[in-house]
């Protein structure tokens, strides 16, 4: 579903340049969910913002659905964004002037086309959000914020999920349940989710859990437990 | 060295309205470590703001260092909270513009002074963030920068340390050396920290633990173990 061959990433030039991606394979499974774990700074939202296209490497090739992202400009790298790809971004990056619904549902409504009401009802009430989607990100608490980056991740049914850090600021119970609805998507809905956290347990909702170190993969974990 | 007293904040009016904070009574005591857990909408962010005077009660009194917040004008509470208080915000709040190290150095020399620099030095490399800090904040990693957060808070060296999350983007060994840090800030300088966080294992580090659900501490723990 998604792949990088070779892929590095260089920020910055000279003596300050920092290779944040230092030569990385992965292959993401179609209907499979990965996680990867890695300290702060080992390259894991690099790693989720080239594989997605958000980000292009330095060197090496990215690919979803069998394409290129290389050689696509950039209207149709948007396209094949907006219509295969979701993006839970690790600080959110909701729109501060749109409601959570309008968030939520802002990538198909750019495609001109309208959510599944019966799936973005069911996301949305399992999230615990369905009372809160008519106010803007500067009215809700940080876990809401956070649940509504995922469902609009989710709502579109994208082919891939790239989830950076979905849990973070949430409680046990909230996180739980974002980590059902992904499991969810990928079991009865076939989409590939790739996941970064830092977190053990969540790791182990996964089908196998990569190590991401300096740049590198430096381990791998199938059928992980906590 | 901080408290609240009859503590009630209603966000908005009408029927939307929201009473995020129901009646809340808490005292800080000085040099004392206090955990706050709940779950994701349950007041903990707005009871740390208004116990730090960044927002206002709509009933009930809060105070720091003896002084009732709702009695100092602006300029008075703005100085204030620069001298006494240190917070670590859970959107982490640094200036886009700045680095790190300006971003930690500023609640200082906003008041005329210097950091300490064996504490900036000790503070910044525990963290492991000394060699990002001249890069802005566009330029970090997540976890780096909810480290720098962390810094700017402890450098100062204030009375009273209010952590909104403060590791919910760290791995586990980052997030360790985050509370060792506020650790000594209490067992050593005897400064008051009160920190809000999702993970039973950070909040185990505190002195006590207590829960809020639907705006009121429905429970504590002293001593708590994981
Ligand atoms: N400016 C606002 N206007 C309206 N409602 C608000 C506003 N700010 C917060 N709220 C609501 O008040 C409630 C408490 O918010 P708060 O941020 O204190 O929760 P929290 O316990 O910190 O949650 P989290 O764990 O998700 O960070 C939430 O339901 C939130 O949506
Ligand atoms: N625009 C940039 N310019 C320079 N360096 C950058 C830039 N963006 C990221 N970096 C650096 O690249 C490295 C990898 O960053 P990345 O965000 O991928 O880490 P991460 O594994 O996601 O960390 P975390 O767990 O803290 O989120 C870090 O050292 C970071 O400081
Ligand atoms: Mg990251
Ligand atoms: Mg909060």
Not at 171 to 197: C, K, N, P, W
Not at 218 to 223: A, G, K, M
């Amino acid at each position: 579903a998604a792949s990088v061959s070779g892929a590095v990433k260089v920020y910055g030039k000279g003596n300050t340049s920092v290779r944040a991606l230092d030569g990385v394979d992965l292959v993401l499974p179609r209907g499979g969910f990965t996680a990867v774990m890695g300290p702060s700074g080992s390259g894991k939202s690099t790693l989720m913002h080239c594989m997605a296209g958000l980000d292009t490497l330095t060197e090496g090739s990215a690919q979803i659905g069998g394409e290129r992202l290389e050689t696509l400009k950039d209207a149709a790298l948007t396209k094949l964004r907006r219509r295969k790809v979701g993006f839970i971004f690790q600080a959110f990056n909701l729109i501060q002037t749109l409601t959570g619904r309008e968030n939520i549902e802002l990538p198909l409504r750019l495609d001109g086309e309208k959510p599944d009401a019966k799936w973005f009802h069911e996301v949305v009430s399992r999230l615990g959000i369905e009372d809160r989607l008519d106010h803007t990100p500067t009215e809700l608490s940080g876990g809401q914020i956070q649940r509504v980056a995922v469902a609009r991740a989710l709502v579109s049914r994208p082919d891939v999920i790239f989830a950076d850090e979905p849990t973070g600021n949430l409680d046990t119970t909230s996180g739980a349940e974002v980590l059902a609805l992904m499991r969810a998507a990928v079991d009865e809905y076939g989409q590939t989710i790739v996941m970064v956290t830092h977190d053990p347990n969540s790791a182990s909702v996964a089908d196998r859990v990569l190590f991401l170190f300096d740049g590198r993969i430096v381990d791998s974990i199938e059928e992980p437990t906590a």
